[in-house]
C-alpha cells in the first residue's frame, strides 16, 4: 500500500488525480483513495480542481496539499530556529528578548486552545499533555501554595544552549494555559533539566 509520505510527496510537486497517483506508484486506485479520505480527515489534503474532460467520461477529481500543510515533515524549522536565537541578541536587549520570548509562549497556549478555559487542574493537566506530545517527559507535583513542573527531557534543548530566554518562553506557555503566574528555575548545566514553578491559586 502507498504511504502518506509518498502521496503528499507527490502532492507538494503538483495536485494529482488517484489515477495519477496511482500510476506512479504503482499501486491500486482503492488504495490511495483509502489514504487520500485519512489525509482529508485530517486537514492535511484537500480537493482541488475538477478536470473536465473533452469526450464523454466522468470529471477526474484533483488532490492537493492544504495550504499550511506544505512543509509537514520538514526538518528546516531546528536550524531556522536556532539561527534566529543567535541573532536576537544582536538585535534586541535582554528585556525585548525575554518579553518576545514570553509572547511566543502566550501565543503557543492560545494556538493550541489552552487560554485557562477550565478549572485549574484541567488546565495544567491538558497543558503538560501537550508538551508531552511535544517530545518532553514533564511530571508535576504540590509543593504546598506552588506546583512544580519538572522534565528532564528538554524538547527545546537545541534551542535553550542557544538563548536561555526560551525557558520563559515555556512559563509564560503555563500561565496562559493555567491561569496561574509561572516561574521558570531550570537547571542549565551539561544536563539541561526544566523546572517551572506555577503558584496556586487562592480559594
Not at 502507498?2 to 495536485?15: S, V
Request: charged content about 25%; proline content about 4%.
Amino acid at each position: 500500500m502507498a504511504t502518506r509520505d509518498q502521496i503528499t510527496a507527490l502532492l507538494r510537486e503538483t495536485p494529482k488525480t488517484i489515477s495519477e497517483l496511482a500510476a506512479e506508484l504503482g499501486v491500486a486506485r482503492n488504495a490511495i483513495s483509502f489514504q487520500l479520505h485519512r489525509l482529508i480527515a485530517e486537514g492535511i489534503v484537500e480537493k482541488g480542481t475538477i478536470r473536465r474532460k473533452s469526450r464523454a467520461g466522468k470529471p477526474a477529481q484533483e488532490y492537493k496539499i492544504t495550504p499550511g500543510k506544505e512543509d509537514l515533515g520538514s526538518h528546516a524549522y531546528t536550524p531556522f530556529v536556532k539561527s534566529l536565537l543567535v541573532q536576537l541578541p544582536k538585535h534586541l536587549s535582554p528585556a525585548k528578548r525575554k518579553s518576545l520570548l514570553e509572547q511566543v509562549g502566550k501565543h503557543m497556549a492560545v494556538e493550541a486552545g489552552l487560554s485557562n478555559n477550565e478549572d485549574f487542574q484541567t488546565n495544567l493537566r491538558a497543558a503538560i499533555n501537550l508538551v508531552n506530545k511535544l517530545g518532553a517527559t514533564a511530571e508535576w507535583y504540590d509543593d504546598d501554595d506552588q506546583v512544580i513542573v519538572r522534565n528532564i527531557s528538554c524538547p527545546l534543548a537545541g534551542a535553550v544552549r542557544v538563548e536561555p530566554c526560551v525557558c520563559d518562553a515555556v512559563a509564560a506557555f503555563f500561565t496562559e494555559a493555567t491561569g496561574a503566574k509561572t516561574t521558570a528555575s531550570c537547571q542549565h548545566d551539561e544536563n539541561l533539566v526544566c523546572r517551572y514553578i506555577i503558584e496556586k491559586q487562592s480559594a
